[in-house]
């Protein structure tokens, strides 16, 4: 949904042959100094339609988790590495999904005709949060893990989406445009003390908290194009971490902190690439002819 996906692809489905591009030594391998066992969820158009993947960092060992007649977007892994929750296309809406991390067992949580979509956990592995119009225009909720007691906790005529749970608890960070443009918001886990973190005149959005909850990773078009940005978490020192004329968008922190893993259309389609934290030794992890989006590094 939305721009993790509008480049909806087409073209060649090419056999899966990610490569890595930037030689790496051993001593420099992010599947070792990364966490997590290195392995990073994402979704792509290998197949008829959007399946969810996982692969280790170095883009290799590519696994397909879903193989559905369905389109499985925006996977996020639970804390404890165990489950992925997703969202699934049945006809013109979504619905939200949780499977084991190795596909099985898929449980919808969700069931509805309108859009649920974006899920993330709370750092306990109890609530999912996530965003739907199911309300009329798009809200921020929250939900058990099986689906039960689903809360709405933004309610604003602007969209609210993209929500994330911050890994030391308390705060949900999430896209707003209720002022105008998208913003970067936090609440309380109850939906209180909505604070701006972001006050550009363009477009800050898909947030995504570092594993020590002490920052925040996002996409913002400030300097023109989509970029990656890095802020403190309460919207302090915000530094750009790419700077090319192409979009980059949808970044996620290894689970070591030491890397940001995004999505950029500098290949033409949308091609995962890997960053040190600080931006430095970019390296691309998959196959221009296969469009991938919304990677998330397992905990
Ligand atoms: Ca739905
Ligand atoms: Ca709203
Ligand atoms: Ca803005
Ligand atoms: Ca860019």
Redesign the pocket.
Known sequence: MYARHRRAAVGLMTAISLTLVAAVGAADDPCLLGGGAGRIAFDTYLGRNLEIYVMSCDGEDITNLTSSPYGEVNPAWSPDGSRIAYERY?GS???IYVMDADGANPRRL???????SSPDWSPDGARIVFF?DRDGNNEVYAMNADGTEPVRLTDSPGDDFYPVWSPIGGRIAFVSARDGNREIYLIDADGGNALNLTQSEADDWLPEWSPDGQQIVFASKRDGNSEIYVMNADGTNPQRLTDHEAEDYSPAWSSSGEFIVFASARDGGSTLYLMRADGTELRRLTDPASDCYSPDWMP
């Open positions: 049945r809406s979504t619905e969700t069931s509805n005709y309108r859009n649920d739907s």
